[in-house]
């Protein structure tokens, strides 16, 4: 069973939510890497899991780091996945400082507290008990605002996908007028376990509540709604109870009334220099198009290397640049997501190879 440990936060501060769930063995995920697991960068839409995400003995402890914004929520699961102990987390500020669980009482593996401060945290996680060693699957995923990994949807357009691990997190968005009302469906398709569905409106980091949300068992989930606004919507999909990966179908449809569908938009994206030099500036544009002309100034870019969110442009003229100088030397897979609006689908680019030399000579 999973439990729910909610994040409360003060104006202007981050906001967590950390799932603590039971689950038994995994399909596929990111192997941790061998021993020491320590400072383990982890992103939104990643998930740790395989033969390696084990801890030996009561003092072990692997780390992982991610980067949040003032004003981001994260929601993490650790998830159990084999042998004789249960993991418990403890969460790091940039500052070093222990939020969670309450210091004052390390021994517990629940509770709350405010995250109030951007930029690097850490995650540590420990054996719950005395004894052997116990197998875990650890999840991350941006709530809000919504992540740069979820995958924008077209009406009436079947999804099939696969939660592995179970703790997997899976975000779609879609487009949502006032003038329609939508249909939210999941299908159990195979595998050991069902699928939930949560529903979030454009801006929230909490889910709706039942019926907008549920599990399809190994059966069928669905709910319709009205948008209560024009704007994106989010669903995120994990998995059902204890066990292991299951199978889904996933749709959004106009179930009433008129459901506009954007413009197709493609974006392109350019590097420059390329190759470049370690520490050199690197400019990267990103180039927006469709058959109606170009998205709107000040709409947003996401520029990415992999699901690592390296920054943001905003766009001019269908145009939006990033500048980093911060690569590494070696060749790094670059590409550009445009986010799309109510009137403008959203768009990735093709991966640009943008090859990093050591200073002075070739890498």
Known sequence: MKESILFRVLPAALFLTILLA???????????????????????????????????????????VFSANNGDTYQIIVAFQ???NGTCMALYDPNGNEIFPNPGNPNNCTGDGDLVVTGKYKINLTMENNGSGGDYALSLERINPFPPDAQPVT????????????????????????????????????????TCVYLYYPGSATPQAPPDQGCTGD????????????????VLLTGENDGSGGDYSFEVSCYLGTCPIGTATKTALTSSPNPSESGQAVTFTATVTSKKGSPA?????????????????TLSAGVATFTTSGLPVGTSSITAAYSGDLYFKPSKSKPVSQVVEAAGGKE
């Open 22 to 64: 039971p689950q038994a063995a995994l399909a596929k995920s990111i192997n941790c890497p061998k021993e020491p697991k320590a400072n383990v960068p982890i992103a939104s839409g990643e998930d740790y899991a395989g033969t390696n995400c084990v801890l030996h003995t009561p003092g072990d402890v692997d780390s992982f």
């Open 297 to 313: 100034d000040g709409e947003t870019v996401a520029f990415m290397k992999g699901k690592t969110t390296l920054g943001t442009g």
């Open 82 to 84: 084999g042998g004789y």
């Open 155 to 194: 009406l009436a357009h079947a999804v099939k996908g696969t939660l592995a691990p179970a703790n997997e997190q899976i975000t779609y968005t879609f487009n949502g007028f006032t003038s329609g009302t939508y249909m939210v469906s999941a299908n159990f398709t195979g595998g050991y376990n069902g």
């Open 219 to 234: 059966g069928v989930f669905q709910f319709t709604f009205n948008p209560p606004q024009n704007g994106t919507y989010m």
